[in-house]
């Protein structure tokens, strides 16, 4: 049986990975993205961005000073009994995996009423799903402040459709993107509720950059918004160029007959995340 210990295990050694290794596929699309970047200025930010990465891995030193708010989102077997609460098995490892790495707490007591800072980057944001069988799938991601303070969520009519989704990704970008430290990865939920079509969002950037596509439908949507989002101009670190995203995830869900949410997530240059499997 996986039990709290075990995830919580997980969660520690995911936020201790995430936090200094940037993903393999995301080193690879800066790789692939240099030979085709036209600015000299954007072609330096990547290198530097590729240096940055090795120094992070080689040394154990935070890819990034904002290491972020810790989203941790566990799909447990319907077979598992953990025996206890999650939460605090996931505050524990998030405050010792923050306390042993030296990672920057970011946390603050309450949004509105008490902006001090919990000085252990707990709570973290834990989201639950059952699946069948046995073992769990534990995903962690760290989500700095300006990547995510870009995000946007918008309910749009469904006369909307495919054209009124591309207009708000490109308009997100547009407006936001040069403050959420591009080149990218950019992650769209479309359906659902209003309250759940922002984590389809943040869970589509769990998504391997060179993973094979599920649906060719959405893979040539996904690839149209990509070029429209590069020939923006922006550029890497928003100074100008092809490379603004590396890539687009996008992951769809029912909804309602009179909806069409839409949420986009944008994931910056050292987006992090790590997915642990319990067998």
């Known amino acids: ?10 969660v520690y050694d995911a936020v201790r990975h995430a936090a ?37 891995e080689r040394d ?24 206890a ?24 007591r309450d949004a509105l009423l008490d902006r001090t800072n919990t000085g252990d980057n707990t709570p973290a944001f834990l ?29 749009l009519p469904p006369s909307a459709g495919a054209d009124g989704v591309r207009d708000v990704v490109l308009r997100a970008v547009e407006q936001r993107a040069a403050g959420a430290c591009p080149p990218l990865v950019i992650g769209i939920g ?18 391997r950059l060179d993973a094979a596509p599920a649906d060719a439908g959405i893979f040539a949507f996904e690839r149209e918004l990509l070029g429209a989002i590069n020939a923006t101009g922006i550029g890497p670190a928003g100074l100008g160029g092809d490379t603004t995203a590396l890539g687009v995830s996008l992951l769809t869900a029912p ?15 050292a987006v992090r995340s790590a997915i642990v499997e319990i067998e």
């Open 190 to 207: 479309v359906g659902g509720t209003f309250d759940t079509v922002a984590k389809l969002a943040k869970r589509a950037l769990l998504r």
């Open 127 to 155: 989201d639950v799903a059952f699946r069948e069988g046995h073992g769990a799938t534990v995903s962690v991601m760290l989500k700095g402040g300006g990547s995510d303070n870009a995000s946007v969520v918008e309910m």
């Open 60 to 83: 154990g030193v935070p890819l990034c000073q904002d290491t972020g708010t810790v989203w941790v989102w566990v799909e447990l077997g319907s077979a598992e009994c953990p025996g």
């Open 255 to 269: 909804c309602h007959i009179a909806a069409l949410p839409v949420a986009v997530n944008l994931g910056c240059s």
């Open 85 to 108: 609460p999650l939460q605090p098995a996931v505050d524990d490892a998030v405050r010792r995996a923050y306390a042993d790495g030296a990672l920057r707490m970011s946390v603050v």
């Open 20 to 56: 200094v290794t940037l993903r393999s596929d995301v080193r690879g699309a800066m790789r692939a993205a240099l030979p085709g970047e036209r600015s000299e200025r954007g072609r330096r930010v990547l290198e530097e961005l590729l240096a940055n990465a090795e120094i992070a």
């Open 1 to 10: 049986m996986v039990g709290v210990d075990a995830i919580g295990e997980a």
